[in-house]
Structure formats: structure tokens, C-alpha cells
């Protein structure tokens, strides 16, 4: 929508398909246009790395076709990388010092 990134690959944003109703709820309430209609009566997921990760279509997906741990990933990959003074890391890596971030 606006063209906002954050860091890539990190967001927590899940669908499942298989629980989509179509409904467009998530259209409706995500800020950066993350989803999209599938055309097939579903949505999916066509911007991840615009996700900022409010939560907003979880909330409002009254089927549970989407999960998101609001608040965490870019957000806590900052924080965490600002008061280590080190490179964003949200703490997914493999333990030795590695982020997937």
C-alpha cells in the first residue's frame, strides 16, 4: 500500500487456506494491504514483508484462517538488536549466533 518494508522474512503472519471462507475481512482491516483475494474465493498472502504485524486480521478472521504473534518479529528484531548494539535478530536462528532475519 504505502510501500513499507521491515525487516524481510521475519513476520509471523500464517494462513490457512483451508480455513478461509472468502469472507474479505482481512481485506477490509489490514493498514498495508498485505492480502488479497485469491480469486478462488480465498485470500492469500501477497506482500508478508509488508506485514507489520498489528494483528488486525487475526482478530478480525472469525474462522481462525489466520495467526500472527502481534508485536513480535521486525519489531523485537530492533529492540533486540538496538539495546545489543548488533544487527536486528529476532532469535529464530540456530542458536550459534545465526538469525534467519
Do not use: W
Amino acid at each position: 500500500m504505502f510501500g513499507l518494508r521491515y525487516l524481510p522474512g521475519v513476520t509471523t503472519l500464517q494462513l490457512d487456506a483451508e480455513l478461509c471462507s472468502g469472507c474479505g475481512m482481512c481485506l477490509n482491516v489490514c493498514p498495508h494491504a498485505v492480502l488479497a483475494s485469491a480469486g478462488h474465493g480465498k485470500v492469500a498472502i501477497t506482500d508478508r514483508d509488508a506485514c507489520m504485524e498489528c494483528g488486525a486480521c487475526a482478530r478480525n478472521c472469525s474462522f481462525g484462517a489466520l495467526s500472527v504473534q502481534a508485536g513480535v518479529g521486525c519489531a523485537a528484531a530492533i529492540i533486540v538488536g538496538a539495546l545489543r548494539g548488533t544487527e536486528p535478530t529476532c532469535g529464530c536462528g540456530d542458536g550459534e549466533g545465526m538469525s534467519c532475519c
